[in-house]
C-alpha cells in the first residue's frame, strides 16, 4: 500500500482523528492477525465477534492507528466513525483515486472469477497487474482489495459480486472502472433482485461511476446483455459466437480434460490457441480477455500466452483424479445458469457420467421450478446417474426422474455415494456454496 497519513485517512471518511495527523500508515486490515507495523486497524461490529476486543492486540503488533466506532481504551492513534464499513468505502475511494493506471471492472452472474483470472493472465504479459483474490468482491471484499495496489502496479483487475439493488453503484463508486465487463445475466440472487431483468438493472449500476472515456465490454450471447445498445454515449464492445461480433470465435474443438482448440478473432488479427481448461463457456472467457487486451494495446502473441497460461482458482472446474474417478470439483457456487453449463461440459465427456448437485440458494419464489428445470437438463443431456442433495433438490431429482437418488443432508449422500459410484465415473460435484459440497469432494476422494 502506498503510504498515507492519518489526516487523509479521517478526510477521506469524515472521521473524528485523535492523534498525530501526519502518522503514516502502510497497509489497513480487517483481520486483527494480519496487524503489523505501520498498520491501520479497522474494528468492525460483527454478528459473531466484535473488532474493537482486538484493538490492544493489533497495537502489540504494531498497528499504529484504529478505525472504529468507540473510542479505545488503550493509547493508540484513532479515527472514530459511525461506520467502520461505511468508512471504508470512503477511504478506499480516495485510495484509489491516487493510481493513474487501466482499472477493469467486472461482473456477472455466472464466471466472473473465471474472466477475472483469464484477464489478469492476458495483462500480466505486459503489465504488473493487481487482481482479486479469493472472494473479496464485496462491499467490505473491494476495499481490502483496492488497498492491496501497491507503487509498482500497473493495471487492476478488480471483480465486483452484489446481491441486492445499490450495491453495484457503491462498488463502482470505489473502483471508478474504464473498462466494464458483465459476463451474463443469469438466475442469481432473484430473492433480492426479482427476475433476469431485475439482474441486468443491478449489474448495469456499474456503468454509473465508469470513466468518460471507458469501454463496456459485453458478451453477446445472452440475450439481455445484447439488447444493450449504449451508456451515455458509450456503445458497447460485443464477443461472442456470432459472425458479426467484434471478438469472435471459429473452430471450436472441445478436447475433454486436455482444454479447448479455437482461433479467436478480431478484425483482421486471427490467434489460435489452446484454452488449458475445459468447457466450452470458456471460450466465451478467453475472446473477453482478448476484447480487454486489445483495448490496453496488448499484441496477438501477449493475449495467446496470457489465455494458454490461464489457471483455474478454487473450486471452480477444478480436474481431481483418482485411482478410480474423475472428479469435476466445482462446488464454489452454483446457480442454473452455471450447473447447466457444467452439465453440458460434463455431457462431452466419455465413460459413465455422474452429476451430484445440491440446492442452488436465493432464487426466489421460482426456486423450485428452476431445481426441477435443472435436473430435467441433466436427463436431457444424457447425464447417466443424478444424485441430489438437500430439501431443494428434492425437485432436481424429480425434474430427472428414473435414475435420480436423492438425500436430505451431506452425510447422508457420503455414506451411500460409494455403492452408486462405478470405477471410472466422472463425477460433477456443483452447489451453492452454503451446502459444503467440499465434503463430498474430499470423500469421493478418498474412496479406494
Not at 441486492?164 to 445475466?185: H, Q, W, Y
Not at 441486468?200 to 469501454?215: P, Q, R, V
Not at 447425464?383 to 438437500?390: F, N, R
Amino acid at each position: 500500500m502506498k503510504p498515507i497519513t492519518l489526516k487523509e485517512v479521517a478526510s477521506a471518511c469524515g472521521g473524528e482523528l485523535h492523534g498525530d495527523p501526519d502518522i503514516q500508515i502502510t497497509s489497513i486490515v480487517t483481520d486483527s492477525r494480519q496487524a503489523k507495523s505501520g498498520s491501520m486497524f479497522a474494528a468492525i461490529k460483527g454478528a459473531r465477534s466484535d473488532g474493537h476486543r482486538f484493538i490492544p492486540m493489533t497495537a502489540e503488533l504494531g498497528a499504529v492507528c484504529a478505525l472504529c466506532e468507540d473510542a479505545p481504551d488503550i493509547d493508540i492513534a484513532y479515527i472514530k466513525v459511525p461506520s467502520t464499513l461505511v468508512a471504508l468505502k470512503g477511504i478506499a475511494e480516495y485510495y484509489r483515486s491516487l493510481f493513474d493506471i487501466p482499472f477493469i471492472g467486472i461482473t456477472g452472474s455466472v464466471g466472473k472469477t473465471s474472466t477475472k483470472e483469464f484477464i489478469a493472465s492476458v495483462l500480466s504479459q505486459k503489465f504488473k497487474v493487481h487482481k482479486t483474490s479469493g472472494n473479496f468482491n464485496n462491499e467490505l471484499g473491494v476495499p481490502i482489495t483496492l488497498f492491496g495496489l501497491e507503487e509498482y502496479h500497473e493495471a487492476a483487475v478488480i471483480e465486483m459480486g452484489i446481491s441486492g439493488f445499490g450495491e453495484m453503484t457503491r462498488l463502482a463508486k470505489m473502483v471508478r472502472p474504464d473498462i466494464s465487463v458483465i459476463t451474463n445475466i443469469g438466475y442469481c440472487h432473484l430473492e433480492n433482485l426479482g427476475d433476469r431483468d431485475g439482474v441486468l438493472k443491478a449489474k448495469t449500476e456499474m456503468f454509473t461511476y465508469l470513466s468518460d472515456n471507458g469501454a463496456i465490454i459485453l458478451c453477446h450471447d445472452d440475450d439481455k446483455l445484447s439488447a444493450v445498445t449504449e451508456y451515455k454515449g458509450i456503445k458497447p464492445v460485443f464477443y461472442g459466437t456470432d459472425k458479426d461480433d467484434e471478438f469472435r470465435a471459429e473452430n471450436i474443438v472441445e478436447n475433454g480434460f486436455d482444454g479447448t482448440d479455437c482461433t479467436l478473432i478480431h478484425r483482421d488479427t486471427r490467434i489460435n490457441v489452446t484454452i488449458p481448461t475445459m468447457g466450452r463457456h470458456n471460450v466465451l472467457n478467453a475472446l473477453c480477455a482478448m476484447a480487454v487486451g486489445t483495448r490496453l494495446g496488448l499484441s496477438a502473441d501477449e493475449i495467446k500466452r496470457g489465455i494458454e497460461s490461464f489457471k483455474n482458482v478454487g473450486s471452480r472446474n477444478n480436474i481431481i483424479k483418482t485411482d478410480k474417478y474423475t472428479i469435476i470439483d466445482d462446488c464454489y457456487n452454483a446457480n442454473p445458469t452455471s450447473t447447466k453449463a457444467s452439465l453440458d461440459t460434463l455431457s462431452k465427456l466419455s465413460g459413465r457420467r455422474v452429476a451430484i448437485l445440491g440446492d442452488m440458494k436465493e432464487l426466489g419464489k421460482n426456486e423450485l421450478s428452476l431445481h426441477n428445470e435443472t435436473g430435467a437438463y441433466a436427463k436431457d443431456k444424457g447425464i447417466d446417474c443424478l444424485i441430489a442433495v438437500g430439501e431443494l433438490s428434492k425437485e432436481t431429482a424429480r425434474g430427472y426422474g428414473d435414475g435420480a437418488y436423492h438425500f436430505d443432508t451431506v452425510e447422508e449422500c457420503i455414506s451411500a455415494v460409494k455403492d452408486l459410484l462405478h470405477s471410472g465415473d466422472t463425477v460433477l460435484v456443483k452447489a451453492s456454496h452454503s451446502m459444503h459440497f467440499e465434503k463430498i469432494t474430499e470423500a469421493i476422494g478418498s474412496l479406494s
